[in-house]
């Protein structure tokens, strides 16, 4: 991973803030129905490894089981959206997406992926080419028991 500006970020109020152990490459979109319900529009979110974000402030953090294997966290005290955590077992369990927005800087990032690309709202059009899978792509390569 390359360096850039966008290492630490945190909440709004400022309660929860983080550092990730490595820089992330870019970020990318997911369309699927939960996160739009959750972010307001697709999530734009960073993929960081499990164990690459070392967090201040996490008594302020607020999870929420939504589904059998991830969870969302946000901070109790302003209600910030922070992340999406795997939380199945296997070798990715406790991988992040963290929200794109709770970092500090994008700069340098590019979006590189879009994700449950076939939930997409028709009006919903990202610039140039990049990864994207569909659902069933999606389950297949990150859902319970892979």
Not at 4 to 10: D, K, L, P
Not at 79 to 101: E, I, Y
Request: aromatic share 8%; glycine share 16%.
């Amino acid at each position: 991973m390359r360096e850039t500006a966008c290492q630490t970020g945190g909440c709004l109020c400022g309660a929860v803030r983080y550092r990730l152990t490595e820089a992330p490459e870019g970020y990318g979109a997911c369309h699927c129905g939960m996160c739009r319900r959750w972010s307001g529009g697709a999530l734009l979110a960073v993929q960081v490894s499990p164990g690459g974000v070392a967090w201040q402030g996490e008594g302020a953090i607020r999870t929420y089981a939504s589904s059998d294997w991830a969870e969302r966290g946000w901070c109790r005290e302003c209600g910030s959206n922070l992340f999406w955590r795997l939380t199945a077992p296997g070798p990715m369990q406790g991988m992040v997406a963290l929200s794109a927005g709770s970092l500090d800087s994008l700069d340098g990032l590019e979006l590189t992926s879009e994700i449950y690309i076939d939930h997409k709202p028709a009006g919903y059009a990202f610039a140039g080419e990049r990864q994207r899978m569909t659902e069933a792509e999606v389950l297949a390569a990150f859902g319970p028991g892979n």
